[in-house]
């Protein structure tokens, strides 16, 4: 598996692809910053760039490399190699590729304009977002033959994460806002890992308004450490529920 | 005028009346203070060593108590420690404790009955119920003290500095923590409160009620209950303080509430839960103001009619502007929003469109508080603009017609983020000019008024 991982991240460091990826989140992040006088605005425009963004990249990228290399895993599959280990060693050496990118693109421009506990959440929950939406992809790859599909079904989901989730959650919040439904609404939003991610970053930044009467609601829940354990969890279910269904589908798979 | 001259002329004469006679009183020698305090003449100055445990001490004549370095009054728990029933009284430099809780009587470190010219200055009051109570006096000069109450319930503790049917007090450079209402003015006029800071008080850092024609400039409010209420009063002005980090559900920086007349100007709102709340004012002039990083950065309810809101900031909070109604009956014209997303092809400054500062996501929060969780999301952001380019929900004339295109460099206190946190340092902004044109306005009012 260590094989297989090493020569894949070889073959990604050269990737045109991860390497745009690093250069525009860079220019991004960078010129936020060089544009907004308070460094504090710019991380508050980077996290809707970063919510929307980044979940983006990492499903297109890893369908379509995922498609790109089916080759070299037909090759690889010829070998005495356990196919777990192919697997594996390509999705971890496209995670580091894309945290590796998403480090130099995001994480030091924040590091150097605002080392704050606020960028450090933005990261991390960044981080996990590639995470999931690696996952995803590969699983879309694998259990898609054609790549045009793909992609579409990759974008299809994207979509319905990032936006209609989140219609679909308020035309809820409508249509049953006579009962008693507080309690329900930030657990259920809590299930979507981009809603996740950016609820953690909000704790940290509209801390104040989240300090207010509603505010203290999922403060309680996601403010303490059982909810930070919690989001955790859901964010670590969101990578592993995904990739498990890869290793299934690939284990079965005629290539 | 010839009023103000008089009492120039009754200060600068004090001092020379005051030596007149001069004691010095150390304690554990045989006599007690209380026994001086009665065979001294007026104007007779004392000079106090060591520590004075005589239980409560009234002043009944004009006398000027002086610390030596270390001087201690307790009053071991008695009642009051100090109770002045003179005028001309001055206590200067002392450290004051030792006052009982009470729920029946107003209890006080020093406590001030009826009388004028009393100056309170530079003492260091601990742990008491109320620290300085002034009941009727007028001209009163508080100044330089530091006040620290005991960390506890509301229950047991009282207010630091606490005026009751007061008039012209200057109240400055003093430092309050940990009462219930830092500084509390009730039926009180014409005073003018400046250059203190007040931290971590159970409920306001500054309250008026039925206060009219006061002055309040350069505090510093911070980490306070409710930051500062002002109610029931009109023509309050309220310039270049600093309201930062009040948090919570019913937490402000400024709470007014059926305020007239009044003008709120180069103020900082920062890290507060709500900035600043209007409710049922009138002829508010909201000027030049900073809000920074607030959750709502200005609630006004629509009880509230012709406010003006002109060269204020707002940048990086979570709402700007929210109301429970139309808000049309108030104006708002060259303001700085940070969600202005307009252009200015003339170059004079302003946006050439107008920019609608209550979004379709305010409304939302105010209708269903709980759909905050949806904070700058892709979503929300969507509506949130389809709302602002084509208003339905929003009201009409809610709106900003001439906003400003860059951040008005004279709001707020200036530079308030490099000091959010750290108190001020009382030197800053006390140049001559500085306070001239401080005050020049109040003038103008209270002379009005006289």
Not at chain 1, 8 to 22: E, I, K, P, Q, S
Not at chain 2, 85 to 109: E, Q, W
Request: proline residues 4%; charged residues 20%.
């Amino acid at each position: 598996m260590l094989k297989v991982f090493k020569y894949t991240l070889l073959d990604l460091t050269r990737n045109r692809f991860v390497l745009g990826y690093a250069l525009l989140m860079l220019v991004i992040a960078q010129g936020l910053f060089m544009l907004e006088d308070d460094p504090f605005k710019a991380l508050l425009s980077l996290v809707q760039v970063v919510m929307a963004l980044v979940p983006l990249i990492a499903l297109v990228f890893t369908v379509v490399y995922m498609y790109d290399i089916q080759e070299f895993t037909q090759l690889l599959a010829v070998q005495p190699i356990a196919r777990r280990a192919i697997l594996g060693g390509q999705l971890l050496a496209m995670a580091a590729a894309l945290l590796l990118a998403q480090a130099v693109g995001l994480g030091l421009p924040l590091l150097v304009h605002l080392p704050s506990k606020a960028s450090f959440i933005l990261s991390v929950s960044g981080s996990g977002l590639v995470l999931v939406f690696a996952a995803l992809g590969a699983l879309i790859a694998l259990r898609q033959r054609e790549k045009a599909r793909g992609v579409g079904i990759a974008l299809v989901v994207w979509l319905l994460l990032v936006i209609v989730y989140d219609a679909l959650l308020m035309w809820g919040m409508f249509a049953f806002s006579d009962y008693p439904i507080e309690p329900f609404v930030v657990p259920v939003a809590g299930l979507n890992p981009i809603d996740l991610a950016r609820i953690m970053v909000m704790l940290e930044i509209d801390l104040a308004a989240m300090m207010g009467y509603s505010g203290a609601i999922y403060r309680n829940f996601f403010g303490s450490t059982m909810g930070m354990v919690a989001a955790a969890a859901i964010m670590l279910m969101w990578v592993v529920v995904p990739t498990w269904s890869g290793f299934r589908a690939f284990r079965r798979k005629d290539l | 005028m010839g009023k103000v001259l008089a009492i120039l002329l009754s200060w600068l004469l004090l001092p020379t009346m005051a030596w007149a006679g001069h004691h010095t009183f150390h304690s554990g020698q045989g006599r007690t203070l209380k026994d001086l305090l009665e065979t001294i003449a007026p104007g007779d100055t004392v000079l106090v060593h060591g520590e004075v445990r005589e239980g409560t001490i009234t002043i009944r004549k004009p006398v000027t108590l002086i610390a030596a370095d270390g001087a201690m009054i307790d009053g071991e728990g008695e009642g009051d420690v100090l109770v002045v029933r003179a005028d001309d009284v001055t206590i200067r430099g002392f450290r004051i404790r030792g006052t009982r809780i009470s729920h029946m009587d107003d209890l006080a470190a020093i406590s001030v009955q009826e009388c004028r010219r009393i100056t309170i200055a530079d003492n260091h009051i601990e742990e008491s119920f109320f620290a300085i109570h002034l009941n009727g006096a007028h001209d009163a000069v508080i100044e330089g003290n530091r006040v620290a109450g005991r960390p506890g319930s509301e229950e047991s503790m009282a207010n630091g500095i606490h005026l009751w049917k007061s008039s012209r007090a200057t109240i400055r450079n003093n430092h309050v923590m940990h009462h219930r209402d830092g500084i509390y003015l009730e039926f009180v006029s014409d005073a003018r409160i400046t250059d203190n800071t007040v931290l971590h008080c159970e409920r306001y850092g500054l309250h008026f009620m039925f206060s009219h024609g006061n002055l309040y400039a350069h505090n510093h409010f911070e980490d306070n209950g409710a930051g500062v209420a002002v109610m029931y009063s009109r023509d309050i002005h309220m310039r270049q303080n600093r309201f930062l980090a009040n948090r919570g559900a019913s937490a402000y920086g400024l709470l007014l509430k059926d305020i007239n007349d009044g003008t709120i100007e180069n103020n900082t709102f920062m890290d507060n839960t709500t900035g600043i709340l209007v409710d049922g004012c009138n002829r508010l002039r909201f000027e030049d103001n900073l809000f920074r990083l607030n959750g709502w950065a200005l609630r006004m309810y629509a009880s509230s009619m012709h406010c003006d809101l002109e060269g204020n900031v707002f940048s990086g909070n979570t709402f700007d502007v929210s109301t429970n109604g139309s808000l049309a009956y108030n104006r708002m014209e060259g303001n700085y929003w940070d969600r202005y997303t307009g252009y200015d092809l003339d170059r004079d400054g302003h946006g050439d469109v107008p920019h609608r500062p209550l979004g379709f996501f305010t409304l939302l929060v105010e209708r269903m508080p709980y759909a905050l969780v949806f904070s700058r999301s892709l979503f929300v952001s969507l509506l949130d603009r389809a709302e602002r380019l084509v208003p339905s929900l929003t009201p009409e004339d809610l709106k900003d017609d001439r906003p400003l295109m860059r951040p008005n460099p004279t709001a707020g206190h200036g530079g308030a983020g490099e000091h959010a946190g750290d108190p001020p340092e009382n030197e800053d902004n006390k140049g001559p000019n500085a306070v001239a044109a401080l005050f020049s306005p109040f003038r103008e009012t209270s002379l009005a008024h006289g």
